[in-house]
């Protein structure tokens, strides 16, 4: 049996583990903390393969070392040309990285970091493909850009934006209600935000995470997916004129919202 398993750590970060019962296998990806997933790799006697990096901030990397003297995964895969020199395997956009059923396709997504990428399955679990997608994307957000512009992130989110309404958004961070704050702020007559709120809120009231997202709904009601929506438009044009921002373009558009959540 595989199932997808967020490991909480720090405050508010999601180490994933993709797991298969049937060989004990574990693949790991972002893991910020080392005992968070060396406790639930030990009560459910799973080894430690592979761990899969997005980017090099510490709150993705700063466990590997330790799992690494502890468990000796098979590989410690990430980004080429990165910061984060703990690899064992470096990928580049376009490579494959495989683990059992799995093949992941590798996404450049530049824009919180220049090395950031992402790692797609088209292989579905639970009925959707899959998207570890670290801190470029989250739901109804997306990642502050800390080294890579706004045209970069607008580029990556639209290369996200084009995968399967069906994939499941299995982002690192749990900042839905934060986000969600934001988003109705700027869009307080979408009645869809205005719905999914509640549903997170209850969520969150019940202990339980509000990831992964569903593609097709980010698509919908996620302001940073939005720049080519009507009522996303003009609310950025309005924030833009206040603020002395273009909006004359897609990219512009996004960099408007992206400043709005900035300054939120």
């Not at 583990?17 to 693949?27: M, V």
């Not at 996004?254 to 959540?261: L, M, P």
Request: contains cysteine; proline residues 6%; aromatic residues 8%.
């Amino acid at each position: 049996m595989l199932t997808i398993t967020p490991i909480p750590a720090f405050t508010d970060n999601y180490i994933w583990c993709l797991e298969d019962r049937k060989t004990g296998k574990a693949l790991i990806v972002d893991p910020g903390q080392a005992e968070p997933v060396t406790e639930y790799l030990e009560e459910r006697g799973l080894t430690l393969d592979t761990i899969l990096v997005t980017h090099h901030h510490p709150d993705h990397t700063g466990g590997i070392d330790e799992l690494n003297r502890r468990h000796s995964p098979t590989r410690i895969t990430g980004p080429a040309e990165s910061p984060f020199k703990g690899l064992t395997n470096t990928v580049h956009p376009g490579d494959t990285v495989v683990w059992e059923a799995f093949e992941f396709a590798v996404m450049a997504v530049p824009g919180h970091t220049l090395d950031h990428i992402a790692f797609f399955s088209e292989t579905r679990l639970d009925d959707a493909e899959i998207l570890f997608c670290g801190d470029t994307l989250f739901v109804c957000g997306c990642g502050r850009l800390f080294e890579g512009t706004a045209a970069q992130m607008h580029q990556s989110l639209a290369s996200l934006r084009k995968l399967p309404d069906t994939t499941a958004v299995y982002c690192a961070h749990e900042y839905t209600l934060a986000n969600l704050k934001f988003a109705r702020s700027f869009l307080p007559d979408d009645t869809g935000l205005a719905d999914y709120e509640k549903t997170c809120q209850q969520l969150r009231e019940q202990g339980e995470a509000t990831v992964p997202a569903i593609l097709g709904k980010e698509k919908r009601l996620n302001p940073f997916l939005r720049w080519d929506d009507p009522e996303l438009i003009k609310a950025a044009k309005a924030y833009g004129a206040r603020q002395g921002l273009p909006t004359d373009n897609d990219t512009a558009v996004f960099a408007a919202v992206r400043h709005a959540k900035d300054h939120f």
